[in-house]
Nanobody, 110 residues
Framework: VQLQASGGGLVQPGGSLRLSCATSGGFFRFNTITWYRQAPGKQREAFAD???????NYADSVKGRFFIFRDSAGNTVYLQMNSLKPEDTAAYYCNVGTYWGQGTLVTVSS
């Protein structure tokens, strides 16, 4: 199983980005997908997930600003990030069990 994360970049505070995590074979239809992030000098932390039945969960730090959703084929999970803050700057990773995407860097700065 391979997970391919993409969509990171530089954005101004208050801006938006959409990250993607891609796989194949409809893998995401049958598993919980979790987004993690790791800021410089900090531990990697989980902050959003979507379960196989489509339920979503968010950390308080991103609730109401970030939204996770999945395509119908189960091959791509998206993370829509709105109202970005400098403290959202981190490397973002998607995860399913022991499988990790390679990380995509998000920098929020003016």
């Amino acid at each position: 199983v391979q997970l391919q994360a993409s969509g990171g970049g530089l954005v101004q505070p208050g801006g938006s980005l959409r990250l993607s995590c891609a796989t194949s074979g409809g893998f995401f239809r049958f598993n919980t997908i979790t987004w993690y992030r790791q800021a410089p000098g900090k531990q990697r932390e989980a902050f959003a997930d979507i379960t196989r039945d489509g339920s979503t969960n968010y950390a308080d730090s991103v609730k109401g600003r970030f939204f996770i959703f999945r395509d119908s084929a189960g091959n791509t999970v998206y993370l829509q990030m709105n109202s970005l803050k400098p403290e959202d700057t981190a490397a973002y990773y998607c995860n399913v069990g022991t499988y990790w995407g390679q990380g995509t860097l998000v920098t929020v700065s003016s």
